[in-house]
């Protein structure tokens, strides 16, 4: 039986850049095709208003990255954050990625800044600080990929820290059974992580995207992951 999943698209991936792995819309499905191919992908480009009529389009949503911050004053901010709640509130599936991890704690009462140790970027370990019976197979430490310079510094009352990472303390939480928070890119490639490293080398420092771009040697653990979010939505 096929489970209708909503894309939340809250940005678009450069036309110069789509040759690698195209758009958002073709990274998430490729990322769960094998691992869940009842999942149907619905898309809605909400960072030009384009929203589901109502929360009951779909049985899982999973809102992207951005090049936006979750504390911008923009009107398609705002909405979005009232129909995370309302995806709270209505007991629906909710999977925050990078600024999706962040409107998650934003809209349900946290905070989101910049970080203090600047942009993380190319793989990162995560250790996991709870253990939950979705985590199959279960490692307690893995490697994914970030890109990301704000956080969020303070999680929404009643979430559960998931895992950590030594730069970004918050790095994966849930608030009650059915919403999850990940700061990691588990949908991005090496090959793309690398590309906006190199096209973000001013912004970002040339020593840390050096660094970045030498980490891609570690093996990371997408695959593995996108089995959890596949378990914690069942």
């Known amino acids: 039986m096929a489970v209708k999943v909503g894309l939340l698209e809250c940005d678009h991936v450069r036309e110069e850049l789509r040759h690698i792995a195209g758009d958002y819309r073709d990274m998430f499905p490729a990322l769960f095709s094998n691992v869940a191919p009842e999942w149907e992908f619905h898309f809605y480009d909400v960072c030009n208003g384009h929203f589901p009529v109502s929360v009951e389009e779909c049985d899982i949503y999973i809102c992207t990255g951005s090049k936006s911050s979750v504390y911008d004053q923009e009107d398609w901010i705002t909405r979005l954050k009232n129909f995370v709640v309302d995806i709270y509130q209505s007991q629906k599936t909710f999977i925050g990625v990078c600024f999706g991890h962040q409107m998650l704690g934003e809209a349900l009462g946290g905070k989101v800044e910049k970080s203090s140790v600047g942009w993380c970027v ?113």
């Not at 793989?123 to 490692?139: D, G, K, Y």
Request: glycine letters at 4%.
């Open 122 to 234: 190319g793989v990162h370990r995560f250790q996991l600080t709870a253990r939950e019976s979705w985590m199959q197979p279960f490692t307690d430490a893995f490697n994914l990929l970030m890109m990301c310079q704000d956080q969020v510094v303070q999680l929404p009352p009643d979430a559960t820290l998931m895992a950590e990472t030594p730069d970004c303390p918050h790095a994966m939480f849930r608030v009650g059974e059915r919403m999850l928070g990940i700061q990691a890119h588990p949908e991005f490639s090496k090959k793309y992580d690398q590309a906006l490293m190199e096209l973000r080398v001013e912004r970002i420092g040339e020593k840390k995207v050096e660094l970045g771009i030498a980490s891609l040697e570690l093996p990371t653990q997408e695959i593995m992951f996108a089995h959890w979010i596949k378990n914690f939505s069942s």
